[in-house]
């Protein structure tokens, strides 16, 4: 089993930034594609940020491409959202996701962690 904890999120006035941080535990096989979700209020979750632990690939969603980068450090076990020049529709609850296939390969992912709220004023 993987467990995933986020941490980081809050509040913060538009053009701001915030680090996400998912710790992550137990299967180290369960982990190789990692990724970044969220869902706004009324709307349907969204993808943003995937990570493919084998060789590094990354990918972004369009509405966060050149503003938010995700990361990992093997060694801390864990993944992050770098989040900058936010904007209000970025408000949303965050989830951090794992998956012990290939990222290319992934449709659902098969761990989840509980979320966490960021909040972006105008």
């Known amino acids: 089993q993987v467990q995933l904890v986020e941490s980081g999120g809050g509040s913060v006035q538009a053009g701001g930034s915030l680090r996400l941080t998912c710790a992550a535990s137990?299967?180290?096989?369960?982990?190789?594609?990692m990724a970044w979700f969220r869902r706004a209020p009324g709307t349907e979750r969204e993808e943003v940020a995937r990570?493919?632990?084998?060789?590094?690939?990354?990918n972004y969603a369009d509405s966060v491409e050149g503003r938010f980068t995700i990361s990992l450090d093997n060694a801390k076990n864990t993944l992050y959202l770098q989040m900058n020049a936010l904007e209000p529709e970025d408000t949303a609850m965050y989830y951090c996701?794992?998956?012990?296939?290939?990222?290319?390969?992934?449709?659902?992912?098969?761990?989840w962690g509980q979320g966490i709220q960021v909040t972006v004023s105008s």
């Open positions: 990570l493919d632990n084998i060789d590094g690939s990354v």
């Open positions: 996701a794992a998956d012990r296939r290939r990222c290319p390969r992934v449709q659902s992912f098969a761990h």
């Open positions: 137990g299967d180290t096989f369960g982990r190789i594609c």
